[in-house]
């Protein structure tokens, strides 16, 4: 039996979850605490938010604590740091949860740029799915990227996502129309246990 945490239950629980990906990596669940100058910082910075719809708008340290604080409230999103070596450097949110479908989102961001292309975004991102599909019984996770996003077409690919669909021209970008692609992964759809990978 995969189920854990449930709709009932995970807002009770959601504040002490922790997953740990290796002796220097872990995803712990964001409280208004973590909100920090350089968090506000990073939602502020064009290079780190360029591929996101958080470019659209001036964050501050009020806003963040607000979102954090309604996320932490939710019983259909998680929102967990991501740290290294016990210094939050990026996010990742998995949500918003649909419990009647048992599917769910995900999306995540390094903010900080020199823990860029060291492969951790892959391993995160392989954690939190793990953790979507064996502990909230998930049945299917989503995501959806910029075309120009690279970085992330990358890191879902080798998490084992597909491509589902295009949205064709659907968003705007340095200044140009771009497509946004779409990507899956079913819970079916993993290698055994035993399989390699």
Request: aromatic share 12%; charged share 25%; glycine share 8%.
């Amino acid at each position: 039996m995969r189920d854990i945490y449930t709709r009932e239950n995970l807002v009770l629980e959601k504040k002490n979850i922790r997953l740990n990906v290796d002796n220097n990596i872990y995803c712990q669940v964001l409280g208004v605490e973590n909100v920090s100058d350089v968090y506000v910082r990073w939602m502020n910075d064009y290079e780190v938010v360029k591929f996101t719809e958080q470019r659209f708008r001036k964050h501050t340290d009020e806003d963040i604590r607000r979102f954090v604080e309604e996320i932490l409230g939710s019983e259909t999103d998680i929102l967990f740091g991501i740290f290294f070596d016990d210094k939050h450097i990026g996010n990742i949110k998995l949500g918003p949860i649909n419990w009647e479908h048992a599917n769910a989102g995900v999306s995540y961001f390094i903010g900080e740029k020199n823990y860029w292309s060291r492969g951790i975004a892959t391993s995160i991102v392989k954690t939190v799915v793990d953790f979507g599909f064996k502990k909230l019984n998930l049945e299917k996770i989503n995501a959806g990227y910029y075309s120009t996003n690279l970085g992330s077409a990358v890191v879902l690919e080798r998490c084992g996502f597909l491509i589902e669909g295009t949205r064709k021209n659907n968003f705007v970008s340095q200044g140009e129309r771009i497509d946004g692609i779409l990507v899956g992964l079913s819970y079916d759809d993993l290698p055994a246990q035993g399989e390699s990978t």
